[in-house]
């Protein structure tokens, strides 16, 4: 089972490590919980698929249909939250 840490990294929501954790940006979590969902499912997805190529955007779309609008989203209200 994967590991979730909260941390604070300076320039991504999320990132996977090689052993399966999953870092998630804390100030993600301001933001509605859709869009902490996107983050968290984006991450959890490179678990199967490292890079951002199409299977992996395939896949994310299998369990998050609208995910385009949730990225649209967080891209759009990332500057707002407190850094």
């Known amino acids: 089972m994967p ?3 909260v941390a604070e990294p300076a320039k991504r929501w999320g990132s996977v490590a090689k052993n399966g ?4 940006n804390w100030r993600v979590l301001q933001a509605p919980v859709a869009l902490v ?3 968290v499912a ?20 299998r369990i998050m249909p609208d995910y385009e609008e949730r990225k649209s989203r967080l891209r759009a209200m990332g500057p707002r939250l407190v850094w």
């Open 3 to 5: 590991q979730l840490i």
């Open 21 to 24: 954790a999953v870092r998630v």
């Open 42 to 61: 984006h991450e959890l997805v490179h678990l199967i698929h490292e890079d951002h190529s199409r299977a992996f955007w395939a896949a994310l779309g």
């Open 37 to 39: 969902d996107y983050v």
